[in-house]
């Protein structure tokens, strides 16, 4: 297992990272509900934590970098003097949705849970994010091939108020104003996942040949203060809504990337990823396209003709063959313990042949 070394000095008022849990203990935030929950489910340790840096393989900035510098910059200049100092690198955790924003630190490994596969640098890792495994909820029962798909989607897809509304609006017609300024094809997958959302469900809407089943919320279910249901129905509504159907709706949110996708792979169910220009977990490695349905942002209206001609074209056996790759490829590298084992063990090998 890799070593890695912190400096023992957390900055006050910031929690420090959910990687840290099974070696300083949990840090709970019940109002942040599942994704709390999901943060909480990394129990079994990555790597040792050492005392003396000549014993770690890697340093690691306790807490998640948009943390760090909003607070202290000296602390991260500090941790990258301690890592050049000692020729070791820093690794970096960006957990937020700020994806729009760049880390540009060349000498330091960065683990972001979203990036934008046309600005992505080669010492950024995308990980995926903390979520609970859902199948500890639901018994994992493979759906058979149907004479036509259930398409579902449960989740924050409209707004509360025209004011919420206005504001939405006016945040996608700036986007729409750089787009044209800067000739910057890529600015559209920068638009904020309810845009993508809203859009898209209009078309399934509107799709024949297949069952829709959507439940539309008017807001962030994963927080106290903005849930709109009891906390135990929101997640068995929206549990089963995954279990009921072939395909399930992952399209982004803040951030360029969807917890969903996640959560909808740990259900063994096929995920329907609409792809903002983003880049998933070991790319390299892993064929996502046996266990996903793609759908370009760009191709957003084609939609239908998309799941309708690839449920056609496939049998009962290859379907459920996608939903048990699904699951199996979760459990091997796509749950946060089980890939974070898995890339340091690597971040490592590299290291050592580095060294030789």
């Known amino acids: 297992m890799v070593n890695v070394f912190i400096t023992g000095r957390f900055l006050n008022g910031k929690r420090y990272l959910p990687v840290l849990y099974p070696h300083l203990g949990e840090l709970v935030n019940k109002k942040r509900l599942f994704a709390d929950l999901g943060n909480r489910a990394f129990n079994a340790p990555a790597f040792n934590l050492v005392k003396n840096i000549k014993d770690a393989d890697f340093i690691l900035l306790p807490h998640e970098y948009f943390d760090v510098i909003k607070t202290d910059m000296k602390y991260l200049d500090e941790h990258l003097f301690l890592a050049r100092e000692h020729n070791k690198k820093l690794l970096i955790f960006d957990l937020s949705d700020f994806t729009d924003k760049e880390i540009n630190i060349s000498e330091a490994i ?71 300024i800067t000739f910057n094809k890529n600015i559209e997958s920068h638009k904020h996942g309810i845009y993508f959302r809203k859009k898209v469900i209009r078309v399934l809407k509107k799709c024949d040949k297949m069952e ?97 001609r690839f449920y056609s074209e496939i049998d009962n056996d290859e379907f459920v063959r996608m939903q048990k790759t699904a699951r199996d490829v979760y459990e091997k590298y796509l749950n946060t313990k089980s890939f974070l084992k898995y890339i340091l063990s690597k971040l490592l090998e590299k290291n050592n042949e580095y060294k030789k």
């Not at 683990?111 to 596969?117: G, S, V």
């Not at 890792?125 to 449960?154: H, N, W």
């Open 110 to 180: 960065i683990f972001r849970i979203a990036e934008y596969k046309h600005r992505k640098k080669d010492n950024v890792i995308v990980m995926p994010t903390f979520i609970e495994d859902l199948s500890q909820y639901a018994r994992i029962e493979y759906s058979k091939k149907k004479v036509i798909p259930i398409v579902g989607f449960c989740g924050f897809a409209e707004f509360k108020n025209n004011w919420q509304n206005l504001k939405f609006l006016i945040k996608i017609f700036f986007i729409n104003i750089k787009k044209i």
């Open 212 to 308: 829709k089943r959507f439940i539309v919320r008017k807001s962030y279910s994963s927080h106290e203060s903005t849930i709109e249901l009891p906390v135990k129905e929101a997640r068995k509504q929206y549990i089963e809504n995954i279990i009921d159907s072939d395909f399930s709706l992952a399209v982004r949110g803040n951030a360029n990337i969807s917890c969903r996708f996640y959560e909808i792979l740990s259900l063994g169910r096929v995920p329907l990823f609409v792809d903002t220009d983003c880049v998933l977990p070991l790319e390299d490695m892993i064929d996502y396209k046996k266990f996903v349905l793609f759908v370009d942002y760009k191709n957003m209206t084609d939609i239908c003709a998309i799941v309708n």
